[in-house]
C-alpha cells in the first residue's frame, strides 16, 4: 500500500506543499528600488501592505460574499434538480438528464464565460446591447450580479454531483418511515433529508466556493470594473510585483484553511 | 530647460551606479553580425508586428521574414509592466519598451547594450530621439528608437460634440458619465496628474511623473472621485476596442491603433488630443540579454527602423516614425505633419511615459517624490 501511495505522496509534498511554502516565504521578500527586482532582503511591507489596508479588507469581504452568494446560487439550483433526478425521474431518463446538466463541463470555460459576456453585454442608448436586452430590454450589464451568475453557472455540475450522490445514498426506508410516522413532505425534508445531506452539500460547497474565491478571469469577462481578491493577485504579479502578490495570496490560503477546517467538521470529507 | 538636463544627469548617474555596484549591466555588445537562427521572439505593443493576419495590407513582417529567414514570433504586452515582467522570463530576444520600462530593463540588466554599427538603418533617425535618457545611459546606447506619440481621447461621434478637454475624463458632470473608459495601469495616474495641472495650479504639478506626497495624494483623489463615473478600466487593447464597438463605453484614453481596429468594425468613433497636454510615449527596441535569437534580433531591429516598414508601422498605430525617411513614403502624405514628426515643440507638451522615481524628475531637491512602487500599490488600491 504504502509503496503504492509513495509516489504520488511525494508529489503531492513537494510540488503542492512546497510550492506553497515558498509562496509564503517570498511574500517576504523586497524589489529593488531601481531595477524593480526581487531580492531575498527580508521585510514585512508586503504583507503589512496586504493586511493593513482598509481597501484589502473590504476587498477580500467582498470576494467572501461573491464566494458565498455563488455556493448559496448553486445550491439552490442543485437541490431540486438533483432531487428530481434521484427521486422523481424514471430510470431511463435518469442518465439523460444527469448527462444533460453535466453537459456544460464538456464546453470550455472561456467559452461559457463569453457566451454570458453575450448575454449580459449592456449596450447603450447609441444602441448595442447582449441577448438579455434583446429579450426583455433590460441587463444587469457587467458587474458583480453578471459575475455571481456566471460563476453559479460554470461551478453549477460540481455541487449538482454532490447533492445527487447524497441523494443517491439515501435509504428510501428512511422516507417511508418518515412517511408512516405523519410526517408531511415538507417535514421529512427538513428533518430527515437535510440532515443527511448535509455532508454532501459541504463536499459540493467547497468546489463552488473555492473555484469562485480564486477566480479572476470571469471577473474579467463580465466583471466590468468589478475587482475580487484574483484580480489584485494578478495585478501585483505583472506589476511586477512578485512579493506582494504572494502576500495577497495568504488571504485565500488562511480563508480557505478554515472554510475546510468547517467543512470537514461537517463530514464533507467522509463524503468525497 | 536646466532642470531638465540635471534629471537626465540624476536618473543617468543612478543607473550608472547601479551598474558599477552590482556589475549586473547587460554585458558587452554585440561586435559582428552573424548568420540569423530562423526565429526572433518579440515583445511588442499591440500594432508593432503585423504580417497581414489584422489586415492583409497591413504587413511589415513577411518581406523581413522572406529576406532574412528570421521567422517572427510575437507576444503583445498590454503594459509597460507586463513587458518588463515578460523579458525577465528570458525567453524573448526583443522588445519595443516604452520610457516607463527602459530603465527598469537597463538597471537589471535584462537587455543588453546594442552596437549601432550593425544597424545601418539607425543613421537616418531623427537626432531629436537619439542619446535620450530613456534609450542610452552613459553614452552607452541600449535600443534604436522606434517612434513616439500621445495618448488620445476616443469619443462615439453620436454621443454629441467632439470633447477637447480631459476634464470631460474626470468631473463627475461629465456628459459622458457612466460610459468612460481608463487605461487600467499604474502609469495611468500621470493622467490625473495633467488634470490638476489644467484645474488646480495651486498645487504646482510641472511634471506628472514628479509628483510629491501631497500632489501624488491629490492625484489619487482625483481618480477616487472619477472612479463612479468609469463604466470601464481597460488593460487589454481588445476590452476596449470590444467596449467601443458595442458602444458601452462613449469616451476614453485610446491609442490610435485601437481607434483604426474598432473603426474597421463599424464602431462610430473618433480620436481627438485634448488641449491640456497629454501623456505619450516615445519606444525603443531593446535587444535582451539572454537573446537566444541575437543576430535575428540585429535584424529585425534594423528592419523595424527601415523607412518602408517604419512608415507602415507608424501609420497603423498612429504615431510619429523615427525614420527621417519614412515621412515621404506613408500612404497618407500628411502622416508626418499631422502626429508631428519633426514638430519638437508639440512633443514638448507630450509627457512620454517614464518611471517615477524619489529623486523627483522635475529637478526639485527640497522633496523626495513618490516612487513608482507606491504608484503600484495605490493603483492597486484604487482598483481593488
Redesign the interface.
Known amino acids: 500500500m504504502i509503496g503504492l501511495l509513495g509516489a504520488p505522496l511525494a508529489w503531492l509534498l513537494v510540488v503542492y506543499v512546497g510550492s506553497l511554502a515558498l509562496l509564503v516565504v517570498s511574500a517576504f521578500f523586497s524589489?529593488?528600488?531601481?531595477?524593480?527586482?526581487v531580492t531575498t532582503d527580508p521585510t514585512l511591507d508586503n504583507v503589512a501592505?496586504a493586511f493593513g489596508?482598509s481597501?484589502?479588507w473590504?476587498?477580500v469581504a467582498r470576494s467572501v460574499g461573491v464566494a458565498a452568494a455563488v455556493t448559496v446560487a448553486c445550491l439552490a439550483l442543485a437541490l431540486p434538480s438533483a432531487y428530481y433526478v434521484s427521486r422523481l425521474a424514471r430510470p431511463w431518463a435518469k442518465r439523460g438528464l444527469i448527462v444533460a446538466m453535466l453537459l456544460p463541463l464538456w464546453a470550455g470555460y472561456l467559452v461559457k464565460a463569453f457566451g454570458l459576456r453575450a448575454i449580459f453585454?449592456?449596450?447603450?442608448e447609441?444602441?448595442?446591447?447582449g441577448l438579455l436586452r434583446a429579450l426583455v430590454g433590460w441587463s444587469p450589464?457587467f458587474g458583480y450580479a453578471a459575475v455571481i451568475a456566471t460563476l453559479a453557472y460554470l461551478w453549477y455540475p460540481y455541487m449538482l454531483l454532490s447533492v445527487y450522490a447524497g441523494f443517491e445514498r439515501l435509504p428510501e426506508s428512511l422516507l417511508d418511515a418518515s412517511a408512516d410516522l405523519g410526517a408531511g413532505s415538507l417535514r421529512t425534508f427538513r428533518s430527515v433529508v437535510m440532515p443527511m445531506l448535509v455532508p454532501s452539500i459541504a463536499a459540493g460547497s467547497i468546489f463552488t466556493f473555492s473555484l469562485s474565491l480564486g477566480d479572476y478571469i470571469t471577473v474579467?469577462i463580465v466583471g466590468?470594473?468589478a475587482?475580487l481578491i484574483g484580480?489584485?493577485i494578478e495585478?501585483?504579479?505583472?506589476?511586477?510585483?512578485q512579493p506582494?502578490a504572494a502576500a495577497f495570496t495568504i488571504w485565500p490560503i488562511g480563508i480557505m484553511i478554515a472554510y475546510l477546517s468547517v467543512m470537514g467538521r461537517l463530514g464533507a470529507f467522509e463524503n468525497l | 530647460m536646466n532642470k531638465r538636463v540635471r534629471t537626465i544627469l540624476a536618473v543617468v548617474s543612478g543607473v550608472a551606479l547601479l551598474g558599477a555596484c552590482g556589475g549586473d549591466d547587460g554585458g558587452d555588445a554585440m561586435s559582428e553580425l552573424g548568420d540569423g537562427e530562423g526565429q526572433v521572439n518579440l515583445v511588442a505593443w499591440a500594432g508593432y508586428v503585423e504580417d497581414g493576419s489584422t489586415d492583409p495590407a497591413v504587413d511589415w513582417v513577411s518581406d523581413f521574414e522572406a529576406a532574412t529567414g528570421c521567422e517572427v514570433n510575437v507576444k503583445i504586452g498590454n503594459s509597460s509592466d507586463e513587458m518588463v515582467e515578460l523579458m525577465r522570463s528570458g525567453e524573448y530576444d526583443a522588445v519595443s519598451a516604452s520610457g516607463d520600462a527602459t530603465l527598469r530593463l537597463i538597471a537589471a540588466g535584462d537587455v543588453a547594450p546594442v552596437n549601432l554599427d550593425l544597424i545601418p538603418n539607425y543613421a537616418d533617425v531623427f537626432e531629436g530621439l537619439k542619446d535620450k535618457p530613456w534609450n542610452t545611459v552613459d553614452g552607452t546606447p541600449y535600443g534604436v528608437p522606434h517612434g513616439r506619440g500621445a495618448n488620445l481621447l476616443v469619443y462615439n461621434t453620436e454621443a454629441g460634440a467632439a470633447p477637447s478637454s480631459i476634464v470631460d475624463m474626470f468631473s463627475p458632470e461629465s456628459p459622458y458619465a457612466g460610459k468612460i473608459s481608463v487605461y487600467d495601469a499604474p502609469i495611468y495616474i500621470a493622467d490625473a496628474a495633467i488634470y490638476l495641472m489644467a484645474t488646480q495650479p495651486e498645487l504646482g504639478i510641472t511634471n506628472p511623473y514628479a509628483l510629491d506626497q501631497t500632489q501624488f495624494d491629490a492625484a489619487i483623489a482625483a481618480l477616487e472621485a472619477q472612479k463612479p463615473i468609469v463604466g470601464q478600466y481597460w488593460a487589454l487593447y481588445t476590452d476596449q476596442q470590444a467596449a467601443l464597438e458595442a458602444g458601452s463605453v462613449t469616451l476614453g484614453t485610446t491609442w490610435q491603433v485601437i481607434v483604426n481596429l474598432a473603426k474597421g468594425n463599424g464602431a462610430k468613433i473618433d480620436a481627438t488630443l485634448h488641449s491640456e497636454g497629454a501623456t505619450g510615449w516615445s519606444d525603443t527596441w531593446m535587444i535582451s540579454s539572454k537573446a537566444k535569437h541575437p543576430n535575428c534580433a540585429y535584424m529585425w531591429l534594423d528592419h523595424i527602423i527601415s523607412p518602408q516598414a517604419n512608415a507602415g508601422v507608424a501609420e497603423w498605430f498612429g504615431e510619429a516614425p523615427s525614420n527621417a525617411k519614412s515621412c515621404a513614403l506613408t500612404a497618407n502624405p500628411d502622416h508626418c505633419t499631422l502626429f508631428h514628426a519633426e514638430d519638437e515643440d508639440y512633443f514638448s507638451n507630450v509627457y512620454y511615459w517614464t518611471t517615477p522615481t524619489k529623486e523627483c524628475l522635475d529637478g526639485r531637491t527640497d522633496v523626495e517624490c513618490v516612487p513608482f512602487s507606491e504608484w503600484v500599490n495605490a493603483w492597486n488600491k484604487l482598483r481593488a
Open positions: 524589489l529593488d528600488e531601481l531595477s524593480g527586482r501592505e489596508e481597501a484589502y473590504s476587498l453585454e449592456p449596450g447603450s447609441v444602441g448595442g446591447g450589464g474579467k466590468g470594473t475587482q484580480n489584485i495585478r501585483a504579479l505583472l506589476a511586477p510585483n506582494l
